[in-house]
């Protein structure tokens, strides 16, 4: 449906009509309009966690873990702006982003801990790092009115992520 009618058209009565199902039933399952993109995001963001934990180095293991937050964050700033249209739909504007959920801190976390085990004791920089990775950013740099094109915006965002984890990590 997304790729027929574009995401601003999809909504509920038309998924549980496409699907055969009552709307009380996609209801009951997604929450909200925003919960059936969230869910499509999930299917996306399990590929992507697979390649980050057995893709070949720097992404995956084998290279130090400086190398790998780098690697990380380019990846996730890639896969944010292929799935921007899920990205931006699966945010519910009347609920809080909430960082700690997400599926990336565990692994910043994880890496941080080994690059600059000092500085990621308390794990809020870790949660201040993924903050810069989640979508609301790169969704906020693109709706601004002279926002220059969304791959102009990942790779300035690619190159400020790149110092910052250099910076922390010495």
């Excluded at 293991?61 to 996730?76: C, Q, S």
């Excluded at 690059?115 to 709706?143: F, K, M, N």
Aim: proline share 6%; glycine share 8%; with cysteine.
């Amino acid at each position: 449906m997304v790729a027929e009618l574009g995401a601003d058209k999809v909504t509920m009565d038309g998924l549980a009509d496409r699907a055969g199902l009552g709307k009380g039933t996609v209801f009951r399952r997604f929450r909200t309009r925003a919960g059936i993109f969230h869910a499509l995001l999930d299917e996306e963001e399990i590929r992507f966690q697979r390649e980050v934990m057995s893709g070949p180095p720097p992404l995956g293991p084998g290279a130090p873990a400086a190398d790998r937050l780098v690697a990380f964050g380019r990846a996730r700033l890639e896969f944010l702006a292929r799935h921007m249209v899920l990205a931006r739909a699966s945010l519910d504007p009347g609920q809080p982003v909430v960082a700690n959920e997400s599926p990336s801190l565990f692994h910043v976390q994880m890496l941080l801990s080994e690059a600059s085990p000092g500085d990621a004791l308390s794990g809020t920089l870790a949660l201040q790092l993924v903050a810069a990775l989640e979508g609301p950013i790169l969704l906020y740099l693109q709706s601004q009115d002279d926002a220059p094109d969304l791959d102009a915006v990942v790779e300035n965002l690619i190159t400020s992520w790149r110092v910052l984890v250099e910076r922390v990590c010495g």
